[in-house]
């Protein structure tokens, strides 16, 4: 699970973190935030996902060995330049038009995707405009997985949207 909150001050991130570090501690899943890792570690969560360009290095030298380090990237230099040492995923993105980020783009498509996934010394996922509809794109393209927002949070019912992208995913 990934926490995202940049809107709030640091303390109430930290805050709302610790909460839902405990309720998905319960349910086995683990917690990182997007953002500062110096709040990932006072929070004590199992990680951070960084933004690109972020400084890898310092946040595994903060959070550990064992931690999760996941980055944004945008272009093939960028993944290129992931050290799997280092970093334990990267998301890229948008894959296909957005709602939640209208003009953010352009979208990378299946074609662009598969040359930073091929380029990826980490597990590469998507996001930006994943929904049901185009999450078997992602996966040709060989992303190891998805991140969905919008399809999600429009349902009307959000824990069949979540099953059916499950199984999409199997």
């Known amino acids: 699970m990934s926490l995202r909150e940049k809107d709030l001050a640091p303390s109430e991130q930290v805050a709302l973190a610790k909460r839902f570090r ?10 990182l935030l997007h953002g500062d890792p110096a709040l990932a570690h006072e ?9 690109a360009g972020f400084d890898a290095s310092a946040a ?4 550990g060995a064992d931690a999760l380090i ?6 093939v230099a960028e993944v290129e330049s992931l050290n ?5 995923y990267a998301i890229a993105g948008p894959f296909a038009e957005t709602m939640s980020k209208p003009g953010y783009g352009p979208a990378l498509g299946e074609k662009n995707l598969a040359a930073l996934v091929s380029a990826s010394p980490v597990p590469l996922l998507a996001i930006g405009g994943v929904t049901s509809a185009n999450l078997a ?14 399809e999600v949070m429009r349902a009307a019912d959000p ?4 099953a059916a ?6």
């Open 159 to 162: 824990a069949a949207v979540v």
């Open 137 to 150: 794109e992602a996966r040709a393209a060989g992303a190891a997985g998805a991140a969905v927002m919008g």
């Open 60 to 63: 595994r030298a903060l959070l």
């Open 84 to 88: 799997p040492g280092v970093v334990n």
């Open 165 to 170: 992208l499950i199984r999409k995913l199997a």
């Open 22 to 31: 405990d309720i998905a501690g319960r349910y086995g899943a683990s917690l």
């Open 43 to 51: 929070a004590g969560l199992a990680g951070v996902h960084l933004s």
């Open 70 to 75: 996941g980055m944004s990237v945008h272009g």
